[in-house]
């Protein structure tokens, strides 16, 4: 019996000794308000503090850093013990990631125009290829739109950089910027605008209905991505999906 225990405590000790070596590169894009950067440098965000409480909790040590999507993507697609968030589990992504979900509640994003344009008028997803759409390299809106048919030069501008993408559309040389409520909001207050100073159009169908999502690279160890799982369930149970 106590050769038992002894082997137990032992690989209990091996486990978190195992935990504590580990070391995940944490990739993410600036998203707010779930991820970005403050103004301090420091990234923060609802979906941030929801990683960082659950990596901590395993004892893993790990290194956070925003870069623009496509090479986040790029980098949790390739590089081992690479952890990427938050992002949109879709069929097109499924075989790229080892998937850890969900990360947060489905988040609606519209397209939204300049209040002062009284040219557009829009009931539908394709009424709306009859104007310019800025949106994010690789973003989920940009996949779904994609899909149904809209085309980078001619229906959609896209751009790997949201602050270009503000500019863009705060200069009247795009119709329509795809955002959250909640993300158009804050990018006008950076920059001192309102929000009466845009309208909220279509819902961009397809994006909200999707689970966003942590994502391992394929060839991170998956005893570490099964523990992530495992804890991320438990801070769901505790706190609720936000």
């Known amino acids: 019996m106590r050769s038992i225990v002894a082997v137990l405590l032992l690989l209990f000790c091996y486990g978190l000794k195992a935990s504590n070596e580990v070391s995940l590169a944490v990739v993410t894009e600036e998203w707010r308000p779930f991820n970005y950067t403050d103004d301090s440098g420091v990234i923060v965000g609802r979906s941030t503090t929801k990683v960082k409480a659950i990596l901590d909790s395993l004892g893993y040590k790990y290194d956070i850093r925003s870069y623009p999507w496509t090479r986040a993507m790029s980098m949790a697609e390739n590089d081992a013990n690479t952890l990427i968030y938050s992002i949109f589990r879709t069929p097109e992504r499924e075989h790229k990631y080892q998937w850890v979900c969900p990360l947060m509640a489905p988040v609606k994003v519209y397209l939204f125009y300049l209040s002062e344009r009284d040219d557009i008028n829009v009931t539908s997803l ?27 030069g001619q229906h959609l501008d896209v751009s790997a950089d949201p602050n270009a993408e503000l500019r863009k559309f705060l200069a009247g040389r795009v119709d329509f910027l795809v955002q959250s409520e909640w993300e158009m909001s804050e990018s006008l207050k950076r920059v001192k605008r309102d929000y009466s100073d845009v309208v909220r159009s279509l819902e961009v169908a397809n994006v909200s209905d999707r689970t966003a999502c942590m994502a391992f690279s394929k060839t991170t160890d998956k005893q570490i991505v099964n523990r992530v799982q495992i804890a991320l369930e438990q801070y769901n149970k505790k706190f609720g999906l936000k």
Do not use: C, W
């Open 126 to 152: 394709e009424d709306a290829k009859n104007y310019t759409i800025s949106v994010g390299r690789n973003a989920q809106s940009h996949e779904t739109l994609v899909e149904k048919g809209f085309v980078e």
